[in-house]
């Protein structure tokens, strides 16, 4: 889900950093406790939970009265709003005022430090019914930490309309997509957007090289002669005068395809219906095409989990409310998903039976989804994502040789896996 439009916050990249923040105190806790005693282990128990302030209408809303619902404990919900969502969890995880609770992405330090509760548990009666692409992305050492609650697709949105009038079709390759973007630039819109620190398309690209950022044994699969030329592309783009840059919202808020600042806007699914209400049939997806000839089209699936903080008081009533709203409660989750922007549900019983998902262009972001998709990986971590995000800021925005760029990021990269995995 979207963040704030008045929020320059890039909310659905990858909020993953490192578990050395300097602690801080507590926030302060809000919403109302109902004061009931229910059976189990959690009664009694007073839980906390953490969200960050999602954009959509009635978000909040839903988040508080899932937990109204619940009988064995009484929750509170944080709602975090700001810019910084995660250095308030993580300073927050290192005090006595901790969430039992909170929403974030799969990321191996938590597990290998102790931070989240293994939940294997709670998942493995129902796995079958997860996606597995989600179960993997969530799984170390066999256990599995984490509860999945959406899948966000991310691809390229366009207008039709506009597309027609410069008489030119949809770019299977990045050359096209520059070419594309170029015929489409007019001294009023610009032909494409990438965000405003293009760091969402860094993975998408590197996917539709032929490549990926690790392999299966957690080593170096980045660095290739397919990524180094899809740097140089990004680069020509830079440089076109085709490409949008500091737009008033960032990529994950639809403003600037809706508002005609662009043609094409890189975004998420969550926006999908805004866009929609705004654009009508003038609206249409694809995934960021592939750069090289071994390479194929990329669909980034990002999204949001649900951890239990292993290091609280309250663990295993903290287990027992994230089965019951994320296991147990079927039609919590579908709302979830689909009331508020267009998620794909992580449960395939789910999400085959969501009617919003089975025609029309959301019937196609699924489609994508399943036929493109990459998922998080666990074991990459916030000091490798910000050492490709430099990569990019050396040889896109500032010229600098990809060869060199890439030489460098080695370096972060395998300290960082020598770390983890030795």
Known sequence: MSAWSTHHWNRRSVLRTAMGLAAAGGLTACGGNTGRDGGGPGAGKRLVQYFHAYGEAGTEQAVRRYAEAYEKADVTTQWITGSNFES???????TDKAPDVFEFHPQIQLVKSGQVADL??????????????????????GKIYGVRMIDDPQFFFYRRSMFEK????????????LATAAELTTDKVKGIYLGNTLHPVVNP???ASGADTLDEKNEIAYHTDGVVEGFRTLRKLFTSGDLLLDAPTDFWDPSALNQGLTAIQWCGMWAMPQMQQALGDDLGI??????????????????????VNAK??????AKEYVKWLWIDRKEYQEDWALSYGFHIP?????????????????????????E????????????????LEDVLADCVRKGGDPERALDKADATVGRELRKLFG
Do not use: C, Y
């Not at 294997?120 to 050492?141: C, G, M, Q, W, Y």
């Not at 694809?286 to 951890?307: D, E, I, L």
């Open 205 to 207: 690209m590197i996917w």
């Open 312 to 317: 609280g008081e309250n663990v295993e009533a």
């Open 346 to 370: 992580p449960r395939t019983s789910i999400a085959e039976s969501a009617d919003k998902l089975k025609s029309g262009l959301p019937a196609e972001g699924v489609r994508l989804f399943n």
């Open 120 to 141: 294997t548990d709670l998942v493995e009666p129902v796995k079958d019914d997860f996606n597995p692409a989600d179960i993997r992305s969530h799984t170390v050492d």
């Open 286 to 307: 694809f995934p960021f095409p592939k750069v090289t000839a071994a390479g194929r089209p990329a669909v980034t699936n990002g999204g949001w989990s649900m951890f």
């Open 372 to 387: 493109f998709g990459h998922f998080d990986n666990i074991g990459w971590t916030q000091a490798m994502i910000t050492a």
């Open 88 to 94: 308030k969890l993580f300073a927050s995880l290192l």
């Open 166 to 177: 410069a008489g030119v079709g949809v770019p299977a390759t990045l050359d096209e997509l």
